[in-house]
T-cell receptor, first 113, second 117 residues
Framework: DSGVTQTPKHLITATGQRVTLRCSPR?????VYWYQQSLDQGLQFLIQYYNGEERAKGNILERFSAQQFPDLHSELNLSSLELGDSALYFC????????????FGPGTRLTVT | AQTVTQSQPEMSVQEAETVTLSCTYDTSESDYYLFWYKQPPSRQMILVIR??????QNATENRFSVNFQKAAKSFSLKISDSQLGDAAMYFCAYSYAGGTSYGKLTFGQGTILTVHP
C-alpha cells in the first residue's frame, strides 16, 4: 500500500458525459501528479500540482482540468468524454515540488461507452 | 524533449534464473533521475529501484540492480534469482530534477516479464 488513495476504482459512463476522479496523496506530500495509461498512448503525464498551485502541464486535453484543494487532495475533471478517453488514470504524490520518487495510487479505470 | 525507449516488448525467464531488461533514454540534461517501476496484474505501479544521474555507483535493491551507463544513456535492470511474483510489466522512467519539469515522469513503453516455474 503506497498510502495514496484514489476513488472511484472503476467508472463506466457514456460519451459526452463529465466525471470527476479523486486523489488523496500520502500524508505530508504536497505534490500530486496525474497520469493516463492507455493502450494507444502508454503512460503519459497529464498535470502536476504543488501545494494548491499548478506546476507543470503535459499532454492534457482542454476538456480535462484539475485542481488541488487546501487539504491537498486533488480532483481530475474529464468532460465531453469520448471513447478514446477510456484509460487507467493514476495519481502519484511526493513530498516536494520535484520528485526523487513518486508513489502511485491504485488508479481509476474509466470506461466510456 | 526527453524520450525513453524499451526495445523488448516481452521477456521470459525461468524461476531462480537471472534476466536483464533494457532501457535507453535521450536527454540533454545532466541532472536527472531514472527509475524502474513494476506493474503487476493488479495494475498498481510499484517503484522497484531509483538511480541518480550524478551517482556513478549502480543502485541495488535486494535482487534488483541496475547497470547505469550515463555516456551511452543506457539504464538496464537485472533481476537475480527470479521469482514467480516478479512477473509483471516493467516500466523504465526518466525525471529531470530541475527547470520547469518539476519531476514529471516520462515512461518507456514497458516490457512484459514472464517467469516460468
Amino acid at each position: 500500500d503506497s498510502g495514496v488513495t484514489q476513488t472511484p476504482k472503476h467508472l463506466i459512463t457514456a460519451t459526452g458525459q463529465r466525471v470527476t476522479l479523486r486523489c488523496s496523496p500520502r500524508s505530508g506530500d504536497l505534490s500530486v501528479y496525474w497520469y493516463q495509461q492507455s493502450l494507444d498512448q502508454g503512460l503519459q503525464f497529464l498535470i502536476q500540482y504543488y501545494n494548491g498551485e499548478e506546476r507543470a502541464k503535459g499532454n492534457i486535453l482542454e476538456r480535462f482540468s484539475a485542481q488541488q484543494f487546501p487539504d491537498l487532495h486533488s480532483e481530475l475533471n474529464l468532460s465531453s468524454l469520448e471513447l478514446g478517453d477510456s484509460a487507467l488514470y493514476f495519481c502519484a504524490s511526493t513530498a516536494g515540488a520535484t520528485s526523487r520518487e513518486q508513489y502511485f495510487g491504485p488508479g481509476t479505470r474509466l470506461t466510456v461507452t | 524533449a526527453q524520450t525513453v525507449t524499451q526495445s523488448q516488448p516481452e521477456m521470459s525467464v525461468q524461476e531462480a534464473e537471472t534476466v536483464t531488461l533494457s532501457c535507453t533514454y535521450d536527454t540533454s540534461e545532466s541532472d536527472y533521475y531514472l527509475f524502474w517501476y513494476k506493474q503487476p496484474p493488479s495494475r498498481q505501479m510499484i517503484l522497484v529501484i531509483r538511480q541518480e544521474a550524478y551517482k556513478q555507483q549502480n543502485a541495488t535493491e535486494n535482487r534488483f540492480s541496475v547497470n547505469f551507463q550515463k555516456a551511452a544513456k543506457s539504464f538496464s535492470l537485472k533481476i537475480s534469482d527470479s521469482q514467480l511474483g516478479d512477473a509483471a510489466m516493467y516500466f523504465c522512467a526518466y525525471s529531470y530534477a530541475g527547470g520547469t519539469s518539476y519531476g514529471k515522469l516520462t515512461f518507456g513503453q514497458g516490457t512484459i516479464l514472464t517467469v516460468h516455474p
